[in-house]
């Protein structure tokens, strides 16, 4: 196992079979450490939501690929919200991923416990003798991680320990159903015209044209990206993106946060050319610095926000507000660790800040992981004061006011008069009167799955990016892969039908 900082060596222990009665997924039924004895197993405990769970996840995904016949990797999904607990959450989970390793779902912590972990994510190698060598704690780096490793696989060949072991697999991916959109997350509406949408499951940017005679309908009219993972400039069907996620309209450029190659992608609306503006494909491992924004590393841009002349970028990885401005990318907001505290820099911390609105006069946060909705005024020196929510570990589904609200790992926002807030592990979509700072349900039952109908009947799975304009609240269903219109005169939920 790694002996440089991606892990630490202590007292050997043999590793405890994983209990019995969890459900699998990626394979056809649930294996054993005593079948798998000969080969080195690396285990990997992560959740659904945090955003170092999902560095660290895409990280196991590389060793995966590189050392997938020489090692087993077994994924142990264990919760943190109730909201991404059981197996539908598990196979969403490694779904987004695309993870292609077996999975343990641990819904009560029963596998957490056996192995004695305490943090997301944890990481452990079992040696081909059946022995933890070695745990990390925090994401690991690919390919330290497999340089190590292999190190060790050529000393136990040496031993004559190792030896080959097959298991059966049977991929979730095999068994998705083709949609239009697959797992859409943020969306920005331009005029009454287009609607544009990070389809980031299929690494792509769509402008939609919406039907003025049917609020219920619209038409895919321009594509940007080839629906290939990876990092490419250029014209519209070779452009490729990474998990595309918030948007900006800046001129007739649309900016867009390439949350998987850690940069800002821009698109020109006049020729459809994709161009890298920020970031350098790499992730930032530190808070960021000033500096030139295509030579700083970023970690996680998940939103965007335009306010002239700035675009402020929410770092849902790096736990930090920035702005780029001419030719410099500037820290705003945030130390870079995962925090919730309000004040003025460099007090203020964030935690996972996934969607950014403003109304002239401030910006608006939504902080993920603290639960929480911020806001930072913008008039003098900037501070951070927090609306609703009460900090990392207080979460629930709760309407009220201020401190007394509660939500559940949040990741939507959009301001028109009052704050809308996808309120996504507990499927609804929520309002807020910025002033008073009082929350209550908009729309969503509160049961996950996909109805259209009244409001309070409506159901989401997962809600995610909102846009709004002319009393008409469009939410992309990310776990339903589907647009919803919310009509905010008539209190009716559709659901937006898509033709490509």
Known sequence: MPADHEGERGPAARAPEFPQGLAWLNVPAPLSLQQLRGQPVVVSFF???????????????????????RITVIGVHTPKFPGEAGLAAARETILRLGLEHPVVVDPAREAWNAWGARAWPTTMVIDPRGVVVARATGAIDALRFAQALSKDLDTWQAEGVLRAVEHATRLETAREHPHVLRYPSKLLLVSQAFLYVADSGHHRVLELELDPQHAAEARVRRIFGSGERGLVDGEPEQARWDNPRGM???GRRLMVADAGNHCVRAVDLDTGHVTTVAGTGEAGQQAVRPGHPLRTALRSPWALWWDRPRLYIALAGGHQLAWIESDELVPFLGHGREAWSDGPAPEAGFAQPSDLAGDGRGLYVVDAQSSAVRRINLIGRPSVETLVGAGLDQWGDED???ETVRLQHPTGLVYDGLLYASDTYNHKIKQMDPTSRRMTRLAGSGERGHADGRFVHAKFHAPDGLAVRDRTLYVADSGNHVLRVLDLRHLEVRTLVVHD
């Open 47 to 69: 959740n659904g939501g945090g955003i170092t769970s999902l560095h660290h996840a895409e990280q196991v995904r590389r060793v995966h690929q590189s050392l997938h016949d």
């Open 248 to 250: 900006a309209l800046v």
């Open 400 to 402: 009220g006011t201020g």
